[in-house]
């Protein structure tokens, strides 16, 4: 009924950018939804990166704060987590997040790797 495609993730050395995007689609009236973007590295737990209410509002973990931005186009469907200054240590697999009351859905997520 929902799905959730990521795209955009590759290999980029340290210090550089990337724009992951996530279209949504299925029975869904994207406006109405938080949407997000967790990562897992390897040997790590998943976690939380970025979210972004219906109002527009957003939340962002401290280790990402003032380098990662996240948007959405509800008019595409589309939530974007624009990744700048990247560190190896972001380095993960990034999925991306819908919530919607008490469900949650998730993609197949997206590999980005920095390393030099």
């Known amino acids: 009924q929902v799905q959730l495609v990521e795209s955009g993730g590759g290999l980029v050395q340290p210090g550089g950018s990337l724009r992951l995007s996530c279209a949504a689609s299925g029975s869904i009236f994207f406006n109405l939804y938080t949407m997000g973007w967790s990562r897992q590295a390897p040997g790590k737990q998943r976690e939380l990166v970025a979210n972004i209410r219906a109002n527009g509002s957003t939340y962002y973990v401290d280790f990402v704060e003032g380098r990662f931005t996240i948007s959405r186009d509800n008019a595409k469907k589309t939530v974007y987590l624009q990744m700048n200054s990247l560190k190896p240590e972001d380095t993960a697999v990034y999925y991306c997040?819908?919530?919607?009351?008490?469900?949650?859905?998730w993609g197949q997520g997206t590999q980005v790797t920095v390393s030099s």
């Open positions: 997040m819908l919530t919607w009351g008490t469900k949650n859905y």
